[in-house]
Nanobody, 116 residues
């Protein structure tokens, strides 16, 4: 059974930082690309960042230079370091993995609120 458990969200002031974590189980973590998505109020779900099994990374234009995705295969965990946070980063952030090209798994989400 695949499980993804996010943590690390919260309330932060503009310009602040947060680090999200996603602990995975039930998959061979090191062989899978891992993704972070977000859904802001009234908006569609957006792919924020992706890290492949080979540690290549991709980012949405809106977060480039501010967010960093990383992974620790020994801990089966993927991270999202978020710096210089803006109010428009407010959203529920979800960890995601796609297994065998077609099986999508999601975490429960963690709320990030950027507000003064």
């Amino acid at each position: 059974q695949v499980q993804l458990v996010e943590s690390g969200g919260g309330l932060v002031q503009p310009g602040g930082s947060l680090r999200l974590s996603c602990a995975a189980s039930g998959i061979i973590f090191s062989t899978n690309a891992m993704n972070w998505y977000r859904r802001a109020p009234g908006k569609q779900r957006e792919l924020v960042a992706r890290i492949t099994s080979g540690f290549s990374t991709n980012y949405a234009d809106s977060v480039k230079g501010r967010f960093t995705i990383s992974r620790d295969n020994a801990k089966n965990t993927v991270y999202l370091q978020m710096n210089s946070l803006k109010p428009e980063d407010t959203a529920i952030y979800y960890c995601n993995v796609v297994v065998s090209g077609s099986q999508y798994y999601w975490g429960q989400g963690t709320q990030v609120t950027v507000s003064s």
